[in-house]
């Protein structure tokens, strides 16, 4: 043809049934991701596209102090959060407690079976424990070196395979001690727009994702059904 339809296109589709395996919905999710970066880049590459989109306007001189200021603030903001170590632990608390009370809502809307308790009264670092089976379960942590400051504080969220050991629960004897497969960890921050959050430890390369705290807490759930599934 003498012109090139390519960004013109039926729709994607893709089929996610619930029987299929963590696996099998990691490779539909990516096949999924691979078909939309391709059509969006066929888009953007299209002369119509080219054709319409307007250069973006050059900011005015007090529109861009006013950004500046608002990013000095912001970053003076995040200083001043390192030494709110009491608020730490209180957020850690507060998510551990939205945890369960998520939990409690997936068993009585679906029937699901897991034991889960979660501890922080008295404890300087609060924690939740979720058993799907005897010997898989998801653990949730408050972890702060330093009690006057939050530097290097976060929540630690770990995968284990053996028996982990709920709150409350005497504490057996072990010869082989849970063994955790995986673990991902998230320090608190602010949002550039004011309120508090989360975002993931380790992503250097770009400025991390925020992540609300109620947010946070239903991937802790999701993240416990997976293993459920398993």
């Known amino acids: 043809m003498p012109f090139n339809l390519r960004h013109r296109r039926f729709p994607i589709t893709y089929e996610l049934d619930d029987a299929f395996t963590v696996d099998r919905r990691k490779e539909v999710r990516k096949t999924l991701t691979q078909s939309l970066e391709k059509a969006l880049g066929d888009i953007f590459k299209s002369e119509e596209f080219k054709r319409d989109a307007k250069p973006a306007r050059p900011m005015k001189a007090l529109e ?135 975002v993931k430890v380790g992503r250097e390369d770009k400025e991390p994702e925020f992540i609300s705290p109620d947010d946070l807490a239903d991937y802790c759930v999701c993240r416990l059904i997976e293993l459920l599934r398993r």
């Open 64 to 198: 861009l102090a006013a950004l500046h200021r608002k990013d000095v603030d912001h970053q003076n903001a995040l200083e001043a959060l390192q030494f709110n170590f009491a608020g730490g632990q209180q957020w850690a608390r507060n998510l551990i407690e939205t945890i369960e009370a998520r939990c409690r809502e997936v068993q009585s809307r679906h029937r699901l079976h897991f034991e889960f308790a979660g501890k922080w009264e008295n404890e300087t670092a609060p924690y939740f424990v979720a058993r799907v089976t005897p010997q898989l379960g998801l653990h949730v942590s408050w972890n702060q070196p330093s009690p006057g400051s939050l530097k290097d504080a976060k929540v630690s969220i770990g995968e284990y395979q053996g028996r982990l050991v709920l709150p409350g629960e005497p504490f057996p004897q072990m010869p082989n001690p849970p063994r955790k497969t995986s673990e991902v960890s998230y320090e608190p921050t602010l949002a550039r727009g004011g309120g508090f959050g989360w």
